[in-house]
């Protein structure tokens, strides 16, 4: 009975690592500690998917968002101050959300009127807070166009169907990331660094949950 248990829960054991990493992460900022949480995941969605006879595609789409996030980060972590970094950083995570968009639309659908009340709020966020404070014209429709598509990836998360921790575990991810990146713009555009402590915790977090949420989807 036990042998048969951890057959089939092992891969949580693997998900253990990415919370190991995420820890030390915070301790050290170590770049291979910091991108420890997405490339776990990959390699957990890649496990799952070699299990299986017909692997799902849609998952190719996280692995994606991961890779991408892997490499936002490095420039955000890398740019010092510099806005082209950070812009080319914002670039990168909008082709993660774009992942994790996509993901969500082939196992359900957009819930347009929770993503319509989000994208109000958020539009009126980033013109009556962010815009007046940002002065370079490329890192403003950059902030513009990744808001947006974050805002339809939570969108979309919130429309997915089946298993119910399935769903609820992969919003909270795409809600921990929105909710970093949140944090993110207001330490940026105003200075406000408050919540800084915040960032980190809730990015790595979001990876687990997302992974988490993909071992009982397939498991």
């Known amino acids: 009975m036990k042998s048969m248990w951890i057959k089939n829960n092992w891969i949580y054991g693997v998900l253990l690592v990415s919370v190991i990493s995420a820890i030390f992460a915070l301790l050290t900022s170590n770049f ?39 490499a936002g980060d490095w420039f955000m972590s890398n740019m010092n101050g510099d806005s082209t970094m950070f ?30 009340i989000l994208l109000a709020l958020f539009l009126l966020f980033y013109f009556l807070v962010l815009f007046p404070s940002i002065n370079d014209n490329i890192l403003m429709l950059a902030t513009l166009i990744y808001l947006l598509i974050s805002c339809f990836s ?22 921990l990331i929105l ?25 790595y977090l979001a990876h687990i949950s997302i992974t988490f949420s993909l071992i009982r989807k397939q498991g």
């Open 32 to 70: 291979i500690f910091k991108s420890g949480t997405a490339g776990i995941g990959i390699l957990i969605i890649l496990i799952l998917n070699f299990k299986k006879v017909k692997p799902s595609k849609a998952t190719w789409f996280i692995i994606g968002a991961f890779l991408f996030s892997i």
């Open 179 to 203: 909710f970093s990146d949140t944090i993110i713009s207001l330490t940026e555009f105003l200075g406000y660094n408050r919540l800084d402590f915040l960032i980190l915790p809730t990015y």
């Open 154 to 175: 939570l969108g979309a998360s919130v429309g997915i169907k089946g298993d119910y921790v399935v769903k609820w575990t992969y919003v909270f991810g795409i809600f």
């Open 87 to 116: 812009s080319k950083g914002i670039a990168l995570f909008f082709l993660a959300h774009l992942g994790y968009l996509l993901f969500a639309t082939l196992n359900g659908q957009i819930k347009w009127r929770f993503t319509s």
